[in-house]
Each structure stands twice: as structure tokens, then as C-alpha cells.
T-cell receptor, first 113, second 112 residues
Framework: AQSVTQLGSHVSVSEGALVLLRCNYSSSVPPYLFWYVQYPNQGLQLLLKYTTGATLVKGINGFEAEFKKSETSFHLTKPSAHMSDAAEYFCAVSVVSAGKSTFGDGTTLTVKP | ETGVTQTPRHLVMGMTNKKSLKCEQHLGHNAMYWYKQSAKKPLELMFVYSLEERVENNSVPSRFSPECPNSSHLFLHLHTLQPEDSALYLC???????????FGPGTRLTVL
């Protein structure tokens, strides 16, 4: 079985500041890891994913995440926040061989001017 | 149309009505999902279909009835709903179970 924990249901940053959204996972086999973003009144959209290979993955809108196996983490970062980054962010873990995906509870990002 | 579409986008229904939500994916995917997203609550997986077979049903009340007539279409039939069923209902698809999911825009359901 796999699980995912997003630390902090709400994160607030100033425009131009670093964005750091935390995600820790648990999986008995090598997982696939995903970050999704949801803007108000919309569905979720894939930001980036880690499957195998390079542990630093880059996504859309300047976001990136690093897979750290030793820390069982997949934190999402962006060097400089923009007002348009305000949204809800979901981390997800999958075990493809079992066909199972689990989503975190989400983190709401607020960007202050 | 591309991606995953959902209709209607908004639905208001009484507790005695019967309605259906429709989802269509234009991605050639083999797995489709229904999620419920309520305010202040985590995303709840309701049903999963793989190759048109239901493979997961997460203790969802029988007033919600899914149907997957083919790999491109997914329906959620609703009857005698309760006010607490008011939520955003999201449909998603993926190449296969466990792969990244592509979401539709959702149907905002209000039960009066």
C-alpha cells in the first residue's frame, strides 16, 4: 500500500519569494510521483511527474520537484512566486504495477502582493 | 474537442430528481475515474473503470450509479440525492491505472 502526506494545508508567500510545498510518501515499491495544480472552479492539471531516471524534474510554469528516496520526499519548488500561482496543489503517488494512485489532501497556496 | 470533457458544468437538482453526469475522453485512455471534491475535504475517489470494467467502488452510496458503455465515455447516474452530496464531481482518465491522470473541468452539483 502507498500513502502520501502533504505538510501544511495552507502556505502563504509574498510575490517574488520562494515557493516550497512539501510532500512525503510511503511506498513498498518504487513509486511514480506527481504534482497537480487546481485553479478555482477547474479540474486538476498535471504540473510534473517523476517516474524513473533524473531525480530533479521540471514542470510547467517554472515549477520543479526533486525525488529524494532517502527522505521519501518529493517537494515542489519555484524560485519566485507569481500572483497567478495562487491555487491548490496536490501531490500524488502511484504504484503502476498495482494500478493504484493516492492523492494527498492538497495545499492551498496564497500569494501576497 | 480535446482532453477530457464533462457535461453539464453546473447542475441544480432536487432531492427527488434523477440526473446524469457525462464524461468523455478524447485521449485513447483505458482507465477512467469519478472523484468527489467537497469544500474543506480531501479528494474522494468514487469509482474506477479499467477497460470498461469497474475495478474500484469506494463505499459509495447506491444513489450514485456509474456506467461505462465504452472506453471513451463515463456516466454517473444520480437519484434521490442528499444536500451533503453537493460538491464538484471530477472525471479523469489515464493511459492505464496508476499513470498520470487527465482531469475534466468538473460538474458543480447543488442538491436542494
Amino acid at each position: 500500500a502507498q500513502s502520501v502526506t502533504q505538510l501544511g494545508s495552507h502556505v502563504s508567500v509574498s510575490e517574488g519569494a520562494l515557493v516550497l510545498l512539501r510532500c512525503n510518501y510511503s511506498s513498498s515499491v518504487p513509486p511514480y510521483l506527481f504534482w497537480y495544480v487546481q485553479y478555482p472552479n477547474q479540474g486538476l492539471q498535471l504540473l510534473l511527474k517523476y517516474t524513473t531516471g533524473a531525480t530533479l524534474v521540471k514542470g510547467i510554469n517554472g515549477f520543479e520537484a526533486e525525488f529524494k528516496k532517502s527522505e521519501t520526499s518529493f517537494h515542489l519548488t519555484k524560485p519566485s512566486a507569481h500572483m497567478s500561482d495562487a491555487a491548490e496543489y496536490f501531490c500524488a503517488v502511484s504504484v503502476v504495477s498495482a494500478g493504484k494512485s493516492t492523492f494527498g489532501d492538497g495545499t492551498t497556496l496564497t500569494v501576497k502582493p | 474537442e480535446t482532453g477530457v470533457t464533462q457535461t453539464p458544468r453546473h447542475l441544480v437538482m432536487g432531492m427527488t430528481n434523477k440526473k446524469s453526469l457525462k464524461c468523455e475522453q478524447h485521449l485513447g485512455h483505458n482507465a477512467m475515474y469519478w472523484y468527489k471534491q467537497s469544500a474543506k475535504k480531501p479528494l474522494e475517489l468514487m469509482f474506477v473503470y479499467s477497460l470498461e470494467e469497474r475495478v474500484e467502488n469506494n463505499s459509495v452510496p447506491s444513489r450514485f450509479s456509474p456506467e461505462c458503455p465504452n472506453s471513451s465515455h463515463l456516466f454517473l447516474h444520480l437519484h434521490t440525492l442528499q444536500p451533503e452530496d453537493s460538491a464538484l464531481y471530477l472525471c479523469a482518465s489515464s493511459q492505464a491505472m496508476g499513470y498520470e491522470q487527465f482531469f475534466g473541468p468538473g460538474t458543480r452539483l447543488t442538491v436542494l
